[in-house]
Every structure is written in C-alpha cells, then in structure tokens.
C-alpha cells in the first residue's frame, strides 16, 4: 500500500506510483499519481505490468499529476526509466527498465494488456494529448534490480 515512484529523467518525469486496488477506483487514483492497473503483474515479476498516467487532464481536475506521462511520447528506445518500490519490512528496491519499443491502440483495445514472459513495465497515456481516442504505450523491459 506505500505509494512506490516512476521516474525517467531524459523527459523529466518523477511520479508518485499509486497501487489501484480496483478500477472502479482508478481516477480517483491518478490524481495522486500514475497508477498500476489492478490485475497486472507487479513491477518486477514475470509478464506486463501496466502503469497508467494522465498527458492531459481536465480543466477542472487541479491535480499536480494531471500531466504526468505527457511527455513519454518523448522516450526513445535504449532510453531508461525505473520504478521503486517498497518491499514487505520497508526495504525499498528500485527496479531499472530500458525502452525496448512503444504502440498505439484504441482505447478498447485488450491487446495492450497482452502478456509476456519477461519482466515488462508498460506506461501507458491517452494520446494525442488533449484526446482519450488512443493510448500510447511504451514497453520497458527489466535489466536491473537494486535492493
């Protein structure tokens, strides 16, 4: 339950990770953050692990992480991001990702979710920004783990 944190510095995010419980929950949630979508797999384990941020919020949602992943169109493949996380006892782990390739899709579209036997993050924003139409989607693939 203690918020873990997305960072990649390239395109100057650093993002508060809220652990979604539910969907029904999910936009209450990014307005504390990016949000891992429940019935994922948690950073670090086998398959994809989804990580959802707004590019683009409504006027009338004053959240500080209304823009969160706008600039994740940005990442580049070889680009770096890593995810912390706060093990059972407190102990922190940061997990080290490198982009390794990015997709769109409809906003309906469940093959975003599609599985993998690697250790994969896929932050994901409605694109372009100011539209939900999409969602773009970039894949980073697990190279480092620091405990």
Same mark, same amino acid.
């Given at each position: 339950?203690?918020?873990?944190k997305?960072?990649?510095?390239?395109?100057?995010?650093?993002?508060?990770?809220?652990?979604?419980?539910?969907?029904?929950?999910?936009?209450?949630?990014?307005?504390?953050?990016?949000?891992?979508?429940?019935?994922?797999?948690?950073?670090?384990?086998?398959g994809?692990?989804?990580?959802?941020?707004?590019?683009?919020?409504?006027?009338?949602n004053?959240?500080?992480?209304?823009?969160?992943?706008?600039?994740?169109?940005?990442?580049?493949?070889? =680009? %770096?991001?890593?995810?912390?996380? @706060?093990?059972?006892?407190?102990?922190?782990?940061?997990?080290?990702? !490198? /982009?390794? #390739?990015?997709?769109?899709?409809?906003?309906?579209?469940?093959?975003?979710?599609?599985?993998?036997p =690697? %250790?994969?993050?896929?932050?994901? @924003?409605?694109?372009?920004?100011?539209?939900?139409?999409?969602?773009? !989607? /970039?894949? #980073?693939?697990?190279?480092?783990?620091?405990?």
């Amino acid at each position: 339950n203690v918020p873990g944190k997305v960072e990649a510095p390239s395109v100057k995010i650093s993002v508060p990770l809220i652990w979604t419980s539910d969907v029904k929950n999910f936009n209450t949630d990014l307005k504390k953050g990016v949000v891992h979508f429940p019935g994922t797999p948690l950073p670090g384990e086998a398959g994809s692990s989804y990580i959802s941020g707004h590019s683009s919020g409504s006027i009338l949602n004053n959240s500080p992480y209304r823009q969160a992943f706008a600039k994740i169109g940005n990442l580049k493949d070889g =680009d %770096s991001f890593k995810v912390t996380v @706060t093990l059972r006892g407190g102990k922190k782990a940061i997990l080290h990702y !490198v /982009v390794g #390739g990015r997709a769109e899709y409809a906003a309906n579209d469940q093959r975003q979710f599609l599985q993998t036997p =690697d %250790s994969v993050v896929a932050l994901s @924003t409605c694109w372009p920004i100011n539209t939900t139409a999409r969602r773009l !989607v /970039v894949f #980073g693939k697990l190279t480092q783990v620091e405990k």
